[in-house]
């Protein structure tokens, strides 16, 4: 089973790198960065490099908001299914993750013996009111599902999946304006789609916890003292001036920035609740 791992990073820096290399010793699957380079090129000597730009996105046929490298984390995985087009499945992992515990081989080992899964995620299930993102996957015929998108694994059958919804969602306005995140889209894709969708913990093993698998505030990586007897997951995970920009811009705005008007989001959802997914 030929498998990619990607990083999911907005800059590449020596604790990134790190990470990147002590994934791929404990997983055994060649490495690339998925990189934000919506500000301009970006490379990395010891390490394969996926720039993650509006020109590369776009190329693809893709819709990119303003800001799709943090809304549409899904999108390195369009990337990279074209760079590694004999790829069976691809796992997408934001740097901001860590694995703790006894044994974190293990994670990867045993996944790697679920082929028949296309979707592993955490946190998959319907997405209830109070959900941010919920409106934007509403449509007549699925119900809004959600997962979270730290880390993911995604057959090569359902990342083709996901893209051609995208590509079809870029063709509508009202998609267009109420555009869905990555978990949005790609579960409510493929929970509705016929494809083996699971949760990480649905499999008898806890692999991650509520407390420090999340997203919010961060967990500081420079003081962080977890211990599990099996392997286990955290998010976020950041160290030093990292973290204190985070939790200086946390305390300036904690509330999330609104990303559409109003009227137009009202309209938007209207359409799309009465139209097909």
Not at 66 to 82: H, K, Q
Not at 117 to 142: C, E, I, Q
Not at 168 to 175: A, D
């Amino acid at each position: 089973m030929s498998t990619q791992l990607l990083i999911r990073t907005k800059e590449i820096n020596h604790t990134v790198l790190a990470f990147a290399d002590q994934v791929e010793a404990i997983s055994g699957h060649p490495t690339t960065l998925v990189v934000d380079a919506t500000r301009g090129e970006v490379k990395a000597e010891s390490r394969a490099v996926i720039g993650l730009s509006t020109a590369s996105c776009c190329a693809l046929g893709l819709h990119c908001p303003s800001d799709f490298a943090w809304r549409c984390g899904d999108y390195g995985y369009y990337l990279a299914r074209r760079r590694f087009p004999d790829a069976e499945f691809f796992w997408l992992i934001e740097a901001d993750v860590r694995f703790y515990g006894t044994d974190p081989e293990h994670f990867f080992r045993f996944f790697a013996s679920r082929p028949e899964v296309d979707f592993l995620a955490g946190g998959l299930k319907p997405a209830d009111h109070s959900w941010y993102w919920r409106n934007t996957a509403r449509a007549r015929d699925v119900s809004p599902f959600r997962c979270l998108f730290p880390v993911t694994r995604l057959s090569m059958r359902a990342v083709d999946a996901v893209f051609a919804r995208r590509i079809e969602h870029g063709k509508r306005v009202s998609r267009r304006i109420l555009w869905p995140n990555d978990e949005a889209l790609v579960a409510t894709t493929l929970m509705h789609g016929g494809f083996v969708s699971r949760d990480f913990n649905d499999f008898g093993s806890l692999f991650y916890s509520d407390q420090t698998f999340y997203y919010g505030v961060p967990q500081n990586g420079d003081c962080l003292n977890l211990s599990s007897p099996t392997v286990q997951m955290a998010h976020p995970v950041l160290f030093g001036s990292e973290y204190s920009a985070k939790m200086q811009a946390l305390r300036q705005n904690p509330a999330p920035a609104a990303w559409t008007k109003p009227r137009l989001g009202w309209a938007a959802n209207k359409l799309n609740v009465i139209s097909r997914w």
